[in-house]
């Protein structure tokens, strides 16, 4: 087969190290077309967004009367949940449950960035510990698997620890921090797949696993969206869709109010995301999940195209830094230097190697992008 030729988006720094990625005409990427078509039209973050969700806010006040917390924000100690807390309690009046799910990665930034938050609000916090046995025993699978998504294992745990807590305990809205403003492009599904696909899941951790995982936390994306939905009535708020979200401004809010620290890219309040998002998906898969990142913010205006080019042009983590954290990766997770790198060195796989979910999921998420409750595209 002959290599497809390198392309880079002329709008955005999407390229062809997404190796489906098309292009139109003009040489705009699909996540631009989509946006300019799909996403701008139907996104209001100035007074039409506000006379929409006004509504919403006064039902969750109205029913959360009698109750200690009128809803539930999952916070990480990132700029996107820190963000919407704050929007939450102090433009909206709402006193939200605060609930973190440590995975036994978090970095000290980011765990004191959710005390900031939390004393600085004077809210409450509710924190679920993974069993780190099994945790690490998904994640050792997951490496063993050779899948380019190395970070499955803790969004899996994030999501479903908190959605399952909410069900458990009566809450009808969750508040999270996912918006447009940062995340109009979702990377393809050979970037980052589906992260509660269970029979993916599953079929990795019986095949490389060595324990079973009596207490990890799960929540497959069909119970969430059909049995927590529309049989337990939880609804999914998206705050700060309705509301102006500019990154930097976010930022300045925060550390003004709280004190809270800025970190150098999107997701580093986890060492291990940090980690994998800077060496393993780069050296070894050959792409830089940045790219994304930094193509939302210059859709929405936050950054130029030629700024997003500088900032991607330099590794996030020097050599030296990079070499420390793959030795702590390793031995956190029970491996030497050498086991590690043996695996690094292993032949990558695709999620289509393994069993999964794929075809019911696509149809589900057609079916919302249908009924207009997402506009990105999954590809």
């Known amino acids: 087969m002959t290599a497809r030729k390198y392309q880079i988006c002329t709008n955005c720094v999407m390229d062809t190290s997404d190796s489906t990625l098309q292009f139109d005409a003009r040489g705009w990427c699909q996540y631009c077309c989509n946006y300019h078509s799909n996403i701008l039209p139907n996104w209001h973050s100035d007074e039409r967004g506000l006379k929409r969700i006004m509504p919403v806010i006064e039902k969750i006040k109205a029913d959360g009367k009698g109750r200690d917390h009128d809803c539930i924000i999952g916070i990480s100690g990132g700029l996107d949940s820190s963000y919407v807390t704050y929007v939450a309690r102090e433009k909206f009046g709402l006193r939200p449950l605060m609930f973190h799910c440590d995975t036994g990665w978090n970095s000290d930034l980011g765990v004191s960035n959710i005390e900031k938050i939390i004393h600085g609000l004077g809210l409450d916090l509710v924190t679920e510990v993974v069993n780190w046995e099994e945790m690490k025993d998904l994640q050792r699978a997951f490496f063993k698997s050779q899948v380019s998504f190395q970070d499955q294992p803790q969004d899996l745990a994030l999501f479903s620890a908190m959605y399952n807590f909410a069900a458990a305990n009566g809450f009808k809205y969750v508040i999270t921090g996912g918006n447009n ?199």
């Open 181 to 379: 403003s940062t995340e109009c492009v979702r990377e393809s599904l050979e970037w980052t797949y589906y992260s509660t696909d269970m029979v993916h899941v599953r079929d990795i951790h019986g095949k490389f696993g060595t324990r079973p995982l009596k207490t990890f936390p799960t929540c497959d994306i069909l119970k969430y969206r059909i049995y927590y939905r529309w049989i337990k009535g939880m609804r999914v708020i998206k705050l700060l869709d309705y509301v102006p979200y500019i990154k930097q401004d976010a930022v300045r809010t925060l550390s003004e109010k709280f004190g809270w620290q800025p970190y150098p890219q999107k997701h580093y309040e986890s060492r291990f995301t940090r980690f994998y998002e800077s060496y393993w998906t780069p050296k070894k898969f050959g792409y830089d999940k940045r790219r994304a990142y930094l193509s939302s913010e210059i859709l929405t205006g936050q950054l130029t195209r030629d700024q997003a080019l500088a900032h991607l042009a330099t590794p996030e983590l020097d050599e030296e830094t990079m070499a420390h954290e793959f030795e702590y990766v390793a031995t956190k997770l029970g491996w030497t230097v050498a086991e590690f790198q043996e695996i690094f060195r292993g032949e990558n796989k695709s999620f289509r190697d393994y069993k999964n979910n794929l075809f019911l999921i696509t149809l589900g998420t057609k079916i919302f992008n249908l009924l207009g409750l997402d506009n990105r595209i999954f590809r």
